[in-house]
């Protein structure tokens, strides 16, 4: 069966970087790719970008462009987000879902991993 | 970006009652949109997906219609498991959400 395993919270000082990675098992990991979102506290989903897992092409929300990066590494059917310059309105649950379409991002997310809290505070 | 609008914000229900939430966008979306459940502390699982599909192991109590700018998800015979939080999204280009439906107990 498709599982998608997170890796833990971690607490960041302002204008650190953190990268949460995403770890697939299941299914093909080349045949899907993967999308980022998050969540504030009490607040709805926010979509932050796309990784195809068969060639690295990524699109990226316009409000973390620059600041985000999505990588992936197939030998380990694993993603990555890492974001830099870290804000404290970048506090969130962070999620990777898989998209359901195949190698577009633009289709619904069939499968989402548990979330990393990342707390942003001084 | 496609803004969504969900209708209610919240709502209180009954087991057994038939609940009805309203998801508008700004622009056609064509059927491209899904509705997810998210129970607190959990990660959104998948509804609906292309308007009207229901994911294999969803119950058939839960359906949905729609096409363009105005789509409907619809629980008949709510059951305890179904208070939650459901949120519309559209595929149809940059991913967007609705602010999400609280389902809550009467």
């Known amino acids: 069966q498709v599982q998608v395993f997170q890796s833990p919270g971690e607490v960041k000082k302002p204008g650190a970087s953190v990268k949460v990675s995403c770890k697939t098992s299941?299914?093909?990991?080349?045949?899907?790719?993967l999308s980022w979102l998050r969540q504030a506290p009490g607040q709805g989903l926010e979509w932050l970008g796309w990784?195809?897992?068969?060639?690295?092409?990524?699109e990226y929300a316009e409000n973390v462009r620059g600041r985000v990066a999505m990588t992936t590494e197939t030998s380990t059917s694993t993603a990555y987000m890492e974001l830099r310059s870290l804000r404290s309105d970048d506090t969130a649950v962070y999620y990777c879902?898989?998209?359901?379409?195949?190698?577009?991002?633009?289709?619904?997310?069939?499968?989402w991993g548990q979330g990393t809290l990342i707390t942003v505070t001084s | 970006d496609i803004q969504m609008t969900q209708s209610p914000s919240s709502l209180s229900a009954s087991v057994g009652d038939t609940v009805t939430i309203t998801c508008r966008a700004s622009q056609t979306v064509s059927r491209d949109l899904n509705w997810y459940q998210q129970k607190p502390g959990k990660a959104p699982n998948l509804l609906i997906y292309?308007?009207?599909s229901l994911p294999s192991g969803v119950p058939s109590r839960f359906s949905g219609s729609g096409s363009g700018t105005d789509f409907t998800l619809t629980i008949s015979s709510l059951q305890p498991e179904d208070f939650a939080t459901y949120y519309c999204?559209?595929?149809?280009?940059?991913?967007?959400f609705g602010q999400g439906t609280k389902v809550e107990i009467k």
């Open positions: 879902a898989r998209v359901s379409g195949g190698r577009s991002y633009l289709d619904n997310f069939d499968h």
């Open positions: 999204q559209q595929s149809s280009s940059t991913p967007t």
């Open positions: 292309a308007a009207s």
């Open positions: 990784i195809s897992t068969y060639n690295g092409n990524t």
């Open positions: 299941g299914y093909t990991f080349t045949s899907y790719g």
